[in-house]
């Protein structure tokens, strides 16, 4: 009964293959289709990543003339920016790099792996490392450096810091979906 | 076409049914199968170029959609506007005999783990055990080794 079990579904993929046989399957559209495509696929990360160093390098600068911080603020945050950014690069390029989709499944969950491991660093010891001293600093340079005559500091840092925590948790979002979508694919290779 | 797109479509007619097996075994319905057999073709097209006939032909392109159904299941969004299949059966609806029996097929497999699933596809697909090791990046030894715990799963499945 139980080797039946396997003729059976040796049977069952036979029907498949001799179904699919009599099926055109792909045409002439499906394929162009497919072709034209690749020089118009730019994943969402390089998006993110040209976006924000154009921002970096050529916005971000554009403030300093706002005279709300200092030119050696405007310097490192600048520097700060662009230092994100390659590290973002660096840590998403081994998963958006192509020969991903030909590897074997063993070295897609290796990379995988990396990718988290790399991810869970990066929060866990350089986010704090350089938003906690850019985020004093920040303070320092909004309420009190740069603040206009007679104004209360924190009615000038309560909006930064705001707006602070909703970029970090905005970040930590996307960062808990970029791990969980890692941590799925080196559970499903690997649980087996 | 260039000659090179000219290869690819005829590669591409070679492997079609092997294509639409893996889709079809990592899909719940038509409208998914379609999306992972263009997804597949998309990164076929892109990874060509890199083929270095270190394996068969046979094998990158099981690699490819193996990745492609695995990694587009987590992605889950629909960046390209899909080319329908040129079928005329949906195994997912028909009520043939035939559509029936590959229901049950897809229900079985189906009941298995991502990469237990891509195993015995490899398996019913008459692979070597090298091939297949060469797909999983195991060796010939190790997927001995899971393709009889995977037996035993799929009896346990049948009986139960």
Known sequence: MEEMNFEELRNQYAILKEQLNNQEIVNESLIRKSIEMRGKDISYTKKVVYGSAL???????LTYFTHMWSLAFAIVTCLIMMFCVIAT???????????????????????????????????????????????????????????????????????????????????????????????????????? | MKIQEEQFARLVREHKNTIYTVCYMFSQDEEEVNDLFQETL??????????????????????????????????????????????????????????SQVRQLHERIGKLGLVDRAIVMMWLEDMSYDEIGAVMGISAQNVGVKLFRIKEQLKKIHNS
């Open chain 2, 42 to 99: 998309i990164n076929m097209w892109k990874g060509i170029d890199g083929f270095r006939e270190e394996s068969k032909i046979s094998t990158w392109i099981y690699r490819v959609a193996l990745n492609t159904c695995l990694l587009q299941e987590r992605k889950k969004k629909k960046e390209v506007k899909t080319v329908p299949l040129s079928m005329d059966i949906n195994f997912f609806e028909d009520n043939d005999a035939n559509s």
């Open chain 1, 55 to 61: 921002f970096c390098l050529i916005i971000y600068p």
């Open chain 1, 89 to 192: 690069y660096r840590i998403h390029k081994p998963v958006e790099n192509l020969n991903l989709m030909q590897d074997d499944l063993a070295t897609v969950a290796r990379v995988m792996a990396k990718f988290k491991k790399q991810y869970d660093n990066w929060l866990h010891y350089a986010t704090p490392a350089l938003l906690i001293p850019w985020g004093i600093w920040a303070c320092y340079e909004v309420g009190w450096s740069h603040a206009p005559e007679g104004s209360n500091p924190w009615l000038l840092i309560i909006p930064l810091l705001t707006g602070g925590a909703i970029g970090g948790l905005v970040g930590y979002k996307y960062h808990r979906k970029a791990v969980n979508a890692a941590q799925d694919i080196i559970h499903d290779i690997e649980k087996n």
